[in-house]
């Protein structure tokens, strides 16, 4: 079965810290994509990849950098966490076969609270 | 840039019966997937249903159907028979085919819906 796994579902940092969050795909699947997800406002776009080391910025990339160094793994990374930066991650992927009618499959999704 | 409406925040319905969820998009693109996605209380997103731009048949899985208008850019969700575990947050969402679009979606801002009892 289909399996994205986020590293944690809940986590507390601190203003300032530098904050990895891991995303980890079993379907050698070649997108990759990182959301955040606020009340009100649906889901917004960080950050995707489309292959191993290439990545775009999708619609909110400030304050947030990643890093896709295996096919499988993309890594989200807060640069110095803020306050405004507290909200569900979710992380995705998605074959390119199909020509796009693939789904997107998500993660559990990270509960993130900069202190 | 593409966006997507999703006028209803918040709707209710009574089990057994049916719902209709609405969206609406904004695009020149005339190549292009919809989608509809669901978010129970235990978070993980999973797709519902989707819908070609180029097929004017709308698609159906089972209880659930949606209602394509292209020219009017809307794309209203159906759920019949509702059943207590389609209490969750649905998505609208699109993606456009052209111009390396690397298959990223548009998504709405949901709408919660409850099924009562």
């Known amino acids: 079965d289909v399996k994205v796994t986020q590293s944690s579902r809940y986590l507390v940092k601190r203003t300032g810290e530098k904050v990895f969050l891991e995303c980890v795909q079993d379907m050698d699947h070649e997108n990759m994509f990182w959301y955040r997800q606020d009340p009100g406002l649906g889901l917004r776009l960080i950050y995707f990849s489309y292959d191993v080391k290439m990545k775009e910025k999708g619609d909110i990339p400030e304050g947030y950098s990643v890093s896709r160094e295996k096919k499988e793994r993309f890594s989200l990374i807060l640069e110095s966490a803020s306050t405004n930066q507290t909200s569900m991650y979710l992380c995705?992927?998605?074959?390119?076969?199909?020509?796009?009618?693939?789904?997107?499959?998500f993660g559990d999704g990270t509960r993130l609270s900069i202190l | 840039a593409q966006t997507v409406t999703q006028s209803q925040p918040e709707m209710s319905v009574q089990e057994a019966e049916t719902v209709t969820l609405s969206c609406t998009y904004d695009t020149s693109e005339n190549n292009y997937y919809l989608f509809w996605y669901k978010q129970p209380p235990s978070r993980q997103m999973i797709l519902v249903i989707r819908?070609?731009?180029?097929?004017?048949q709308n698609a159906t899985e089972n209880r659930f159907s949606v209602n394509f208008q292209k020219a009017a850019k809307s794309f209203s969700l159906k759920i019949s028979d509702s059943q207590l575990g389609d209490t969750a947050m649905y998505f609208c969402?699109?993606?456009?085919?052209?111009?390396?679009?690397?298959?990223?979606?548009?998504f709405g801002k949901g709408t919660l819906l409850t099924v009562n009892p």
């Open positions: 819908q070609e731009a180029y097929k004017q």
């Open positions: 969402a699109f993606m456009k085919l052209t111009g390396g679009s690397n298959y990223k979606l548009t």
């Open positions: 995705a992927s998605t074959s390119r076969l199909g020509g796009g009618n693939q789904p997107q499959h």
